[in-house]
């Protein structure tokens, strides 16, 4: 389903994308290769690659020449995250809304604005 949000922008729901890359995988017929372990590791070496921008460049060269490949590397984190999820029959929004819950709890405003600890 795709939504417009408050600035205009139309976007699909994360149930919609995490179809789109069950669709993905599966049209490639490469479920075999998308055990949980696989993907888990998979995540890890996008985050490195979305890390990996920052290296050495990041305060010269400013976050807008790093734009393009952040976004590739956030859509390769968030691709295998989704995939991962599809493995593991989870759904991711009710998998974040649930985490977000226990944050909330974890970290109650009141007690948390403006610090970290
Ligand atoms: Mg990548």
């Not at 490195?48 to 460049?57: G, N, R, T, V």
């Not at 991962?84 to 029959?89: A, E, I, K, S, T």
């Amino acid at each position: 389903m795709t939504t417009v949000d408050r600035s205009g922008s139309t976007s699909k729901s994360i149930a919609q994308l995490q179809s789109d890359v069950a669709n993905f995988v599966s049209d490639r017929d490469w479920e075999k290769f998308h055990a949980p372990r696989n993907l888990a590791i998979a995540i890890t070496v996008e985050a490195a690659e979305l890390i990996d921008l920052f290296k050495w460049s990041a305060d010269r060269a400013g976050i807008k020449k790093l734009m393009p490949g952040l976004r590739d590397e956030l859509a390769d984190v968030m691709i295998y995250c989704l995939s991962l999820c599809n493995q593991l029959g989870l759904d991711a929004s009710e998998v974040i809304e649930a985490k977000l819950a226990k944050n909330n709890t974890k970290y109650p405003v009141e007690r948390y604005k403006g610090r970290w600890r």
